[in-house]
């Protein structure tokens, strides 16, 4: 019984250089085809499942954050425009009757 001998029997083990892809391949192909589809598969579908997830998440975070900037917007603008005027006002009132007005001012409202 004569052994089957290919040209990489007849080249030494010191001389071949084999990339990580290769061994990984190499090993794979000592598991039964049945262990390795069922391996395929499940990465396949963890992959489809994370993206799924990502893509629903991203498009979650656009329409929140648009919504609220689209409703807290006008608040926040009405509500500075507001303190403005309300600085404004004392300020006015402070060059006209002097620091103490505007202090008693600040006290009654």
Avoid: N
């Amino acid at each position: 019984m004569s052994a089957i001998r290919d040209e990489w029997d007849e080249i030494p083990d010191s001389e071949l250089h084999e990339t990580l892809l290769e061994r990984v391949e190499g090993l794979g192909e000592m598991f039964p085809d049945a262990l390795r589809s069922l391996v395929h598969s499940t990465v396949s579908w963890s992959t489809w499942g994370v993206k799924g997830v990502f893509s629903l998440t991203k498009s979650t975070v656009w329409v929140v954050s648009t919504t609220s900037l689209i409703a807290f917007l006008p608040y926040i603008i009405e509500k500075e425009r507001s303190d403005l005027e309300k600085t404004q006002v004392a300020q006015q009132r402070q060059m006209l009757l002097g620091p103490s007005a505007a202090i008693q001012q600040a006290k009654t409202a």
